[in-house]
């Protein structure tokens, strides 16, 4: 911070106020399909909207409840995904703020044979979780992984940049990291649990599907979810 202190005496026109948008209501579940004639393969996309960014807060703490779900390659819905089925190279999610708003999100890239099983097992994951929760040996293996993953975080100079950045963009003190430490070491499985009921509902998801319109629509349709034509501009 000392080495960039003369920024605070930097004279310039002021920033223009930002107006955030209005976001319009997200309505029931559809599968929004975007044609890619003759694609070998679909993007498959689960999302739905969250809170804006904090680091400490219920994000965070549900940032952590997602870790065993689809945030890590040993994650449920990777090892369904990829290792089990080998419908996909990787399959992730995560959950994910700005300043205004959030996202929820889990993805996969499948083969296009693949694309419906693949969103009838994310389903199942979704609700798995949301239902039943996280096992205590999940629960351990979140602690001891995602404070290893910390310890690597700050090695860079674009690391150390990046920290800084997030600091001043939402006017954090160093101590949040600890913070956030403490709450990895000491959040209950209860609590990860009860933030997996509200996050992954797979009903409160839409669902994104880029491939072959003309195969894979009475495929989809067959889901009984509502599907919905996406015309991409540019």
Request: no cysteine; charged share 20%; aromatic share 8%.
């Amino acid at each position: 911070m000392n080495a960039i202190s003369a920024l605070d005496s930097w004279q310039g026109p002021d920033v223009p106020a930002f107006v955030p948008p209005t976001l319009l209501p997200e309505g029931k579940q559809a599968i929004w399909l975007v044609n890619k004639p003759s694609a070998p393969q679909s993007v498959v996309r689960f999302v739905r909207r969250a809170l804006p960014y904090d680091a400490t807060g219920e994000m965070f703490k549900a940032s952590l409840s997602n870790f065993n779900l689809a945030g890590n390659f040993n994650s449920r819905l990777n090892q369904n995904l990829r290792e089990d089925k080998g419908y996909t190279y990787g399959a992730s999610g995560y959950i994910g703020g700005g300043k205004n708003s959030g996202i929820a999100m889990f993805q996969a890239q499948v083969r296009a044979n693949a694309t419906v099983p693949s969103i009838e097992e994310t389903l199942k994951e979704l609700k798995k979780a949301s239902t039943d929760g996280f096992t205590d040996k999940e629960v351990a293996f979140m602690r001891q992984a995602v404070g290893q993953q910390e310890a690597l975080k700050y090695e860079t100079p674009s690391n150390k940049a990046g920290l800084i950045a997030t600091m001043q963009d939402f006017k954090l003190t160093p101590a949040y990291l600890d913070k956030q430490n403490r709450i990895i070491k000491t959040i209950t499985r209860s609590e990860l649990n009860s933030l997996a009921s509200k996050w992954f509902n797979p009903n409160d998801y839409q669902i994104i599907v880029v491939g072959d319109a003309k195969s894979l629509k009475p495929q989809l349709e067959k889901l009984g979810i509502p599907v919905k034509m996406l015309k991409v501009e540019g």
